[in-house]
């Protein structure tokens, strides 16, 4: 009998142990739901088109001033630098908004660049030295991109905001590589290929009710690269690469100016607020 009721109470602790725990595991185990894609704001309206442009330029002169013994950097490493540097892009792109805060669009991009070193002295030691003189290098390069971007107003602010840009890009180049040499030009010549997956976060403001200025910057990748060159037209080669970049790319850096302008619904609302 004692032992009888020894059991019965060890099987009683045991159920208790239990639903104690199942209740503890409940309570640790339960989510913390901080609203993220909840928000009721709408930024920008189902049915808006927008469009816009964003430009970049770049020159630079190098040790081309009267009587300039050349530009010297890299703690001297690099000394009588004469030469020029241009680059030159511009990206118009269109959306349309097929749900609130949410647009599908197109992007196209032409870049253009150009390095002429007329004289450069790498010095790494007193016996370790090289010069490179007439150099010259072109780029140009076409590009186009469907992009999927969904906005997430600050608060509810119709005003600022952060977006996230997905865009699917391919794109052709073209560049040359050559020295001026008995006044003929030799070198390489280039056809790029590239494709490109990737993760584009920004920040926007409206400016006006339909003018907006945004910034934004290249943060992940999945790319390939195709390269095919002749050297002197006559030798060939053939260079590919492809990989994951997951790292803040500053010099994908962007600066655009956006208009978007209210149909259906909304653009009625407006004018008939107007009137």
Do not use: W
């Amino acid at each position: 009998m004692r032992k009888s009721i020894i059991f019965i109470m060890v099987l009683a602790g045991m159920f208790l142990s239990a639903n104690a725990f199942s209740k503890d595991t409940t309570a640790v185990t339960k989510g913390f739901d901080r609203g993220i894609g909840r928000s009721n704001s709408c930024f920008i309206p189902k049915g808006t088109v927008g469009a816009g442009v964003s430009l970049a330029y770049h020159d630079y002169s190098i040790g081309n001033m009267a009587g300039d013994s050349g530009y010297s950097m890299l703690f001297s490493l690099i000394q009588n630098m004469h030469g020029n540097m241009t680059s030159f892009s511009i990206s118009p792109y269109a959306s349309y908004f097929f749900a609130d805060n949410l647009s599908v669009g197109l992007r196209f991009d032409y870049g253009r660049s150009s390095l002429g070193l007329d004289n450069l002295d790498l010095s790494i030691m007193d016996d370790m030295s090289l010069s490179l003189q007439g150099f010259h290098y072109m780029k140009q390069s076409y590009t186009g991109a469907a992009t999927l971007r969904t906005y997430i107003p600050f608060a509810t602010s119709k005003r600022f905001a952060m977006f996230t840009e997905v865009r699917a890009t391919g794109g052709y180049g073209q560049a040359k590589t050559f020295k001026i040499v008995d006044g003929e030009n030799v070198g390489t010549y280039q056809d790029i290929y590239n494709a490109e997956l990737g993760l584009v976060p920004g920040v926007m403001a409206f400016l006006t009710n339909e003018v907006a200025f945004e910034i934004s910057v290249g943060l992940l990748g999945f790319n390939y690269q195709r390269v095919e060159q002749v050297t002197n037209q006559v030798e060939k080669s053939r260079m590919e690469n492809s990989g994951i970049n997951f790292r803040v790319n500053l010099l994908s850096i962007g600066f655009g100016l956006s208009f978007y302008i209210p149909t259906g619904s909304h653009y009625a609302k407006k004018v008939k607020e107007t009137k």
